[in-house]
């Protein structure tokens, strides 16, 4: 997939609005990512409010080397899953309540394992509810291109893997286009809430 | 009830925005569709996002032969409801978390049980909160033919029922016209959900 | 508090659209109703879908004897309200899930009492958190009348009550103008889901 | 930080719309202040729907004796961090109900502790998420210059401390503009949601 860099910006702009009306990015929280080409991605600038993101907000960076003095600190996990997933079209980052609660929960097992339901069709790959995942977990560190180089390994051994969570933060989820991107994420926090409710009251 | 096809799918293109603004459609899933005579339905295509659904994600089809290229995988389910209940107007499945839930905890007994709420009235046909209803949960199957004859023995046995779960996966809902179904739907929503706290937290 | 025709009118369908936004009247659930003068209330009519009120969907009627062919069967029960409290000036009755749970848990004992909350001092005549409130619920009937002789006993005690639940049906908040009842109904439903978190996890 | 009473009264309209949108303010709860100048703040009036605040519902007051016949009971609340702050820019007080929820739990021990969560970071001074900082928790008090006294004393004992809970109230979250003070308030909300979930249900 390649992508103008205004129609990059303009899917990174919508999946950050969207997630703000989830509740899923809260107090500026969340990075949000799509693919212009083999070299380059459109990212979400550190600070800002996703709820209120505009094209001033997104920088097109080098994928091989994303720096800037407006990026993220996490743009180096985004430019990692462009780099290891030639195919990947766009990486949404939230901080969804559901997510950071079965981080929390499943740490020390470092996976959360979803089987059984229908959702999991929603993955890219999957056919039929009879299926089982395991969503990685990594511990948190703030040194992210270390924490980049802890989800290589996970995404380079599975290819079925769309997302991984970080322990106490949140969840990346990415797709081969924005849209898909969107459907995996969506598809992770409702099975995350059906594990935390159907397995522990809200714990 | 019949309508003109124009009229079915601009109901189906309504049930689907407002079930998505529910959050009942998450990642793409659900179905909806109505009756527009007694040979054909308006039904929700396969893959489509239900709270961005156009005139163009909407087919007509037959209800004794429902194929299409782009027709879901669930259109059986739908064209047997048609079928076997000559009143049903529309149908709505939605993967609402509720109905997942109680599809989950009461699967192995076959049926969710329903007494004693004044919000029993919303269902056609009955006029007390003294009524008690069995909501009959289907074991799920991607064999969807299969399962719509599973699903044809609980209806042709209760001329009362306006609903069944699939376990792990949903709900289908129905009722004479457009309206109705809606709310049906939201009856047995809130029910699951009144059901849930009530008898265990939220699990 | 008297009101035009028209105002009376104004102040049911807001308050029935502002009700369904927040899901305190699924499936067609809930009446909403304001007083005209001495011997009239707007009233909305049975079955409508409360959050697509319109004009059409509510009655003028009278509070001594309050029939109509549209009337809902709980137009009495409003009725009764503007007839012993004259300074009632708008009546919501709502099914939220909060006020439907309480009901269920402390319908053996008649009352949820109420204490210690800054909330309490929503309702008119409270004045510091450190007062007490018991609201009461009263089992459900479908002879609306006689629900509406006993709700009557409850009124005509306590002078300061503003509300009361019927067990497994709903809650009735009132007050002495539209915004004052709507600022009570808001407070009941924040009060009663504290209530329930603070004292055992949802249920 | 300075504004010019206009652009510090919209902030207050856009906080308290803002918070009414999230449930935040239920049954005209919350007040909003935003600072004007070394001894002035935009305040709203007492009474308010923050949901519908008006120019006329906010008050410009001085810091110092901040009387006047529609200001909040409150009023000395807001005053008070901005004579003990001078950094306060904005002072939002909600009485969101997770604030209330761990108030509750935690009122006896007189703080809540939150550490471990990449949410943390949120707060003007933390850059990782390994810190820990301590909400206190004061007993609630109709006698608000005296609650203001107590509030003193934890403000001007720890320079980091962004907000604090009153048992059975709400929270109070301010930061040296309104966008911070709402980051600020949007991540405790978060963090006590969190915690109350991950630490024994809903409770």
């Known amino acids: 997939m390649t992508a103008s860099p205004e129609d990059a910006i303009a899917a990174v702009i919508d999946a950050g ?3 703000a009306a989830r509740g899923w990015v809260p107090a500026t ?5 799509a693919r212009v080409d083999a070299a380059r991605m459109a990212v979400s600038a550190t600070g800002a409010d996703k709820g209120a993101l505009t094209r001033d907000d997104v920088l097109v960076l080098d994928i091989a080397y994303p720096r800037h003095e407006r990026a993220s600190a996490e743009a180096p996990l985004h430019a990692q899953l462009y780099r ?3 195919e990947t079209g766009a990486v ?3 901080h969804s309540e559901n997510a950071v609660l079965v981080s929390l929960r499943h740490g020390g097992a470092g996976a959360v394992p979803l089987a059984g339901l229908e959702l999991l069709k ?4 999957i056919t039929t509810h009879e299926a089982e995942i395991r969503v990685p977990i990594l511990p948190n560190d703030q040194d992210t291109p270390r924490l980049a180089a802890q989800a290589s390994r996970h995404i380079l051994e599975d290819a079925r893997l769309w997302g991984y969570l970080i322990a106490g933060h949140g969840l990346y989820a990415w797709g081969t286009t924005p849209a898909e991107a969107w459907r995996h994420l969506e598809a992770f ?3 995350f809430s059906l594990h935390l ?6 714990k």
């Open 197 to 202: 409710r159907s397995t522990g009251g809200h």
């Open 17 to 19: 609005h969207r997630a």
């Open 122 to 125: 929603a993955f890219r790959g």
């Open 29 to 33: 929280s969340g990075n949000f990512s």
């Open 84 to 86: 290891d997933r030639p």
């Open 189 to 191: 926090d409702a099975l």
């Open 92 to 94: 949404w980052h939230v």
